[in-house]
């Protein structure tokens, strides 16, 4: 591992925010980066085991003893993103003006058509909506949305993947705001005495305030942090502000929610 520069950032209103993976997650790796001046440990609930992110934890609490000086730990609930899923033809090469269609199903049947990780996406869309691929590549626009079918020529032409997420601007999805490994991770957050929990594609303040109920359920004082990536957000932000502990800014997928050159805008506000 590359050596890391020491840094004092105690006393210092910002603070630095590090996301543990597989190879920053050995106890030296920790040691390193509390040496250089990481406040804040994320974990990501969409990666990894619960049994990894336990050993972290762990890391992490004796990092933190050892140094004398508070390190926090962020639990990031992964949340309901819609993903691709397995293409016929993978990579698959979407050309402006083609016509590819959405269908139901666990498996497409022709390289042109695609199904994702979520059953009501067909139900949801109407003519007209756009559809966001590959963190914004890649743009459609539905021209026909059926019974069993979307079908929808593409816009903005590039090449896709299987599993690579799905962002839909401006369509009201009935998607819950936390899934059931989302409550599962929740529960087991709070038990362990984690100091923040993240809330991924918040909508509304009703979804902050159900999680914190949870999490108070377990004696915890964890901080519940809404994360600031759907339009719908944009729309109720201040009752959002309100409902939690801090906010967290996702540019990648709110970039693609509304034009990127506005997030920069959107961030200063808050």
Not at 104 to 123: K, M, P, Q, V
Not at 207 to 235: F, G, N, T
Request: charged share 25%; glycine share 8%.
């Amino acid at each position: 591992m590359m050596a890391i520069a020491a840094k004092n950032t105690i006393g210092t209103r910002s603070k630095i925010i590090a996301t543990l993976g597989p190879v920053s997650s050995s106890l030296a790796a920790i040691e390193q980066l509390v040496e250089a001046g990481v406040d804040v440990f994320r974990l990501n609930m969409a990666h990894g085991t619960r049994a990894e992110h336990e050993t972290s934890i762990g890391r992490i609490r004796e990092c933190s003893v050892r140094h004398r000086r508070p390190v926090a730990v962020l639990v990031d609930l992964a949340g309901p993103k819609i993903r691709l899923g397995e293409l016929a033809h993978d990579p698959y090469e979407c050309r402006i003006g083609d016509e590819i269609r959405f269908v139901r199903g666990d498996a497409a049947d022709c390289e042109s058509s695609f199904t994702t990780n979520y059953g009501r996406l067909i139900d949801e869309l109407s003519d007209g909506d756009r559809i966001m691929l590959a963190d914004g590549v890649v743009e459609l626009k539905v021209l026909d949305a059926s019974q069993d079918e979307a079908v929808c020529q593409v816009i903005e032409g590039g090449t896709i993947r299987s599993r690579q997420g799905v962002n839909l601007p401006g369509v009201a999805l009935s998607v819950p705001a936390m899934t059931e490994d989302d409550f599962d991770n929740a529960h087991w957050s709070a038990e362990l005495g984690v100091d923040f929990i993240s809330l991924s594609f918040v909508r509304s303040p009703e979804e902050i305030v159900d999680l914190k109920k949870l999490v108070r359920s377990h004696s915890s004082q964890a901080m519940v942090i809404a994360k600031i990536e759907k339009r719908e957000a944009l729309d109720r932000l201040d009752e959002i502000i309100l409902a939690s502990d801090g906010v967290m800014v996702a540019r990648g997928d709110l970039g693609v929610e509304i034009d990127v050159a506005e997030t920069p805008i959107v961030q200063k506000h808050m």
